[in-house]
């Protein structure tokens, strides 16, 4: 699955607290959430990004608060994909189960300046630079986060569970 | 095969005899809740799967902590989906304003979490409980619907690092101190993905509460979880609060680590970290001379009755500063209550702080205190981001208890000696 456009550099540790400020969390609403994202970092940040554009960013994005509201905002504002060298644990998970594609790759965020075009292969995490013609090797996806995006996120992965097993019986022990 | 505490717990919730860092396993989970903010997600998602009722009633709890009591309409619809889905499913283990504390907090003084636990919460802090001996993690909405729907969480074993404190703490120095100072030496990714495992004479010397605070910062070192073998302490504060049986895991000796990070504690001061990362720690003494508006005593990681009595401990006898303001949130209701019988609420109120409900408002930005541009706040919170606590031009510098009521009487970041005489060992 590959996903083409235009890269919107970001730095390194990028929280949830400036994704989306706290104080926009009463409500669940990606487009109303869209309106804030990034506010705290760059005021006019989400109104430069357009849909399928690419975040490219450095080391520990998504860092902090477990809030989903943060992968929501930015899929609010049609971001095809996050690049960066590495992603926080909770926010890793709630792309995934989100359907928000994210790829590691050290090198994209070494090269990739504002503007250039990218084209993004999330099963391998290679990223082309169609700017400047550069190929920058990421991380493949792993195998169970591929079998999970297979199953159409978390949703998708318990409905395939609970077709397995009686689900009306209480856990024993 | 040896393993450490927290590949034990794994290895025994997804039944199998031992597991590696790196494994995926299905575990099944003890215990599971969400706040105000993250529950309307989870229970959306919930619903997505198709799933008729939660995996175990008793073993699911909704706390309202973040937006109560309520600041606005939004806030109120939203905690009205939660409620809503409490009553339609009978849920017993539901906390509103009145009962409800800090969840982190709430949770472990009620019995939910024990030790040998795997426990999930949407809320990043869970990792808090990990100073009882249970692996606790924070995940999203949508892993909590999964949990709530299946009773089970796919994770992957995270590798260990054990932290072993050594020597004997100075006055004023708290558990605080000792994560600040962790998380200022590996930085806020430095345990990404991993299991954090704490230990050493000197943690022994520590109070639950302190202990806690530790465990709870645990995730802005981007750890997974963190942990502590539980010993005599923590086994006595938990017998009496315990609902259900628990086991007491203990990493072998022999148990493979990542690193093994050794400090000496002797020499710590009370340190601070300045605006805007945690990972940005020095000594008070040496964070020069900072202007104080706002001082906020409260949060999952310091508003326990330790917290209050340090902080008490420095106010007595003395007032706010007059350009300054203090805020002071005890952490659950049994919390105020104590605090109110030992006479803190009165020293508090004598100095002019403000006492309020337990609420995670402030820490947030979300209400309850929130800080105006330029504005600098010493705070016993957990996150000094930028615009964590209101304007984005707002700065915060993360303390213990002491350094928060010795900056809100001096009116600047102060040392508590500066203000009060030294506590005597504990």
Known sequence: MAMRGRAHKLGHHVDTDVIIPARYLVTTDPAELAKHCFEDLDPTLCTRIAPGDVIVAGENFGQGSSREHAPIAIKGLGVACIVAISFARIFYRNAFNLGLPIVECPEAYEQVRDGHELEVDLESGRVRNLTTGEVYAGRPLPEFMRRLVGAGGIVGYVRATLQGRDVSAKRGG | ?426
Not at chain 2, 287 to 297: K, L, S
Not at chain 2, 382 to 395: A, C, I, L, T, Y
Request: aromatic share 8%; net charge negative; charged share 20%.
């Open chain 2, 1 to 426: 095969m040896s393993m450490t505490l927290t590949e034990k717990i794994l290895a025994a919730h997804a039944d199998t005899a031992s597991v590696r860092p790196g494994d995926l396993v299905d575990c099944r989970v003890d215990f599971a809740f969400a706040n105000d903010i993250t529950a309307p997600l989870a229970i959306q998602e919930f619903r997505k799967m198709g799933v008729e009722r939660v995996f175990d009633p008793d073993r699911v709890a909704f706390v309202f902590d973040h937006y109560v009591p309520n600041k606005d309409i939004a806030s109120a619809q939203q905690c009205q989906i939660t409620r809503d889905f409490v009553r339609a499913h009978d849920l017993p283990h539901f906390y509103d304003i009145g009962r409800s504390g800090i969840a982190h907090v709430l949770l472990a003084e009620e019995g939910f979490v024990l030790p040998g636990d795997v426990f999930v919460g949407a809320d990043s802090h869970t990792c808090n409980h990990g100073a009882l001996g249970a692996f606790a993690t924070g995940v999203g909405s949508s892993d909590l619907a999964a949990a709530m729907a299946l009773g089970r969480l796919w994770l992957r074993v995270p590798e260990t690092v054990r932290y072993v404190f050594r020597g004997r703490l100075r006055p004023w120095v708290t558990g605080k101190d000792l994560v600040l100072t962790i998380i200022g030496d590996i930085g806020v990714d430095g345990a990404r993905y991993g299991a954090m495992e704490f230990a050493g004479e000197a943690l022994a010397q520590l109070t639950m509460d302190e202990r806690f605070s530790i465990t709870n910062m645990a995730v802005e070192a981007g750890a997974k979880n963190g942990i502590m073998e539980p010993d005599d302490a923590a086994l006595e504060w938990v017998r009496p609060r315990a609902r259900r049986p628990y086991t007491v895991y203990r990493s072998d000796p022999d148990a493979r680590y990542a690193d093994v990070r050794t400090y000496d504690v002797g020499g710590l001061e009370p340190v601070v970290a300045t605006p805007f990362s945690p990972g940005n720690v020095l000594p008070v003494r040496e964070a020069g001379q900072v202007q104080v508006d706002q001082c906020f005593i409260g949060t999952c990681t310091n508003g326990r009755i330790e917290d209050l009595r340090m902080a008490a401990r420095v106010l007595a006898g003395h007032k706010v500063h007059r350009h300054t303001r203090l805020l002071v949130i005890p952490a659950s209701p049994a919390i105020y209550r104590q605090a109110l019988e030992e006479g803190l609420i009165q020293v508090f109120m004598d100095a002019g702080a403000a006492v309020s409900t337990s609420t995670c408002g402030p820490c947030i930005g979300g209400h309850m205190g929130v800080l105006a541009q330029g504005e600098v706040c010493v705070s016993t919170s957990s996150r000094n981001f930028v615009g964590r606590m209101g304007h984005r031009e707002s700065r915060v510098y993360l303390a213990n208890a002491g350094v928060a009521a010795a900056a809100a009487v001096l009116g600047r970041l102060a040392h508590p000696d500066e203000v009060a005489p030294a506590p005597g060992p504990a």
